[in-house]
């Protein structure tokens, strides 16, 4: 089964709970070493046997793992992808002779995006399940379009998995697009920056790159307004990590506000965030889902402001064609492979930036993108529990303005400001 729903929905426990039940050790495919270490530190507290095996242990901390899992001693066992393939073949007999209850794709649309250039580990995940015994797999992500949801399945040599999509329309987060050329949008976001949001809000905008973060930074500071900058350069891993803790709330200073890169908190599940403003629209349909769903996780009134660029918008797609062609240089792919790679990310840039130029609903555009045309079938057990999981919701969700198009006559009377402020009640 695909399981696709945001952050904060109940995918974890879907995954963990079969796992328990089940005599032997589940497999969980993670793509970073903070997400391991989380969910590993979560299951502890509750008891449950659980451990991970990545590129920090050292030797003796890794064969006293091994040692537990040859006894039977986890429920779950989490590893990145490239841990199946590693240098030493004792390493891998041990893991691959494993027969495991099931295997669990986490963050699944990696196998997607991260399969086809720099972790081509992702890409081989159906060998990894024919060299365990062919467990059944649980796949989960926040977001994956339909052809995407097909591409995953093919890829793990499940065509036939049924596919199980809830939570991609979030009636709590109204959506305004807002075109601005380049030089305009940091006057915006200070503008945006000095609403006042309600009790422990919190904000969020993501830019593409660290020059544009830190020319971002820089602007913000000088109107004063102090915004700390998440990026994978920032640091070391205890400055990054300790950044994030102060934005959940775990470490003081607290922090209310942030600018970031896509690195920031995947996986994580901050419920208050009111806001999250994009410099630009991302790289994919896909990538826009999975950050502006950060928002309103508590299902309190939010909203998710996209800026863009005037007309075609052409500086903002170049800039994204740019960074892919880097990516796809640094992979190490064969010449096919690259050309295939850089048109497979030309068509998700152009769909995204297609779909932001709509003067339609953008909300009807991205529900229909991720769940399609609606079908009449005949829904197994399995699908029935899942739904009535989710059905179960632990939180309300507001319903609040739909989209920029839909409140156009609205906001052309009010103005942007005014409307971010009815929506959160500013």
């Not at 075109?179 to 920056?193: F, L, Q, T």
Request: aromatic fraction near 8%.
């Amino acid at each position: 089964m695909l399981v696709v729903s945001p952050t904060g929905f109940g995918k974890t426990l879907c995954f963990q709970l079969p796992a328990v039940v089940r005599k032997s050790v589940s497999i969980v495919v993670s793509p970073l070493k903070a997400l391991m270490g989380e969910q590993v530190s979560s299951l502890l507290r509750r008891k449950i046997p659980a451990s991970f095996i990545n590129s920090d242990l050292d030797p003796s901390e890794k064969r006293l793992r091994y040692q537990l899992l040859s006894k039977g001693s986890f429920k779950l066992l989490y590893a990145a992808p490239e841990r199946f393939f590693v240098r030493s073949q004792a390493e891998q007999q041990v893991l691959r002779t494993m027969r495991p209850s099931f295997l669990v794709i986490d963050e699944a649309h990696c196998v997607d995006q991260w399969g086809r250039d720099f972790r081509p580990e992702y890409g081989r995940l159906k060998e990894v399940r024919e060299a365990l015994g062919s467990p059944p797999i649980l796949a989960f992500t926040a977001t994956a379009g339909t052809e995407m949801q097909q591409r995953i399945l093919h890829s793990l040599g499940i065509p036939d998995a049924q596919v199980f999509v809830r939570g991609v329309d979030r009636p709590n987060i109204a959506l305004l697009r807002w075109r601005a050329s380049i030089d305009k949008r940091p006057v915006i976001i200070a503008d945006i920056c000095r609403l006042s949001l309600p009790s422990n809000g919190k904000l969020m905008i993501f830019v593409p790159t660290r020059k544009i973060g830190e020319a971002l930074q820089a602007h913000l500071a000088g109107e004063g307004l102090e915004t700390p900058f998440y990026h994978s350069q920032l640091g070391n891993g205890w400055e990054r990590e300790q950044l994030l803790k102060r934005f959940v709330g775990d470490s003081r200073p607290v922090v209310d506000r942030i600018i970031c890169t896509s690195a920031f908190g995947m996986g994580l599940d901050v419920p208050n965030v009111r806001m999250v403003v994009h410099w630009q629209h991302p790289a994919s349909i896909e990538d826009y889902l999975q950050e502006f769903g950060r928002a309103g996780r508590d299902g309190a009134p939010s909203i998710a402001v996209l800026l863009q660029g005037e007309g075609e918008a052409r500086e903002d797609i170049g800039l994204l064609r740019y960074m892919a062609q880097r990516a796809i240089n640094g992979a190490g792919l064969s010449d096919d492979s690259a050309a295939l790679a850089l048109r497979y990310k030309h068509n998700q840039i152009a769909a995204m930036a297609k779909m932001a130029g709509y003067n339609t609903c953008f909300r009807a555009a991205l529900v229909g993108y991720f769940k399609g045309p609606e079908k009449p079938v005949r829904k197994s057990i399995a699908t029935r529990i899942m739904e009535w999981v989710f059905a179960d919701a632990r939180l309300s969700q507001s319903r609040v303005a739909c989209c920029d198009a839909c409140h156009q006559a609205a906001i052309v009377k009010q103005g942007k400001l005014n409307f971010i402020r009815k929506v959160i009640g500013s």
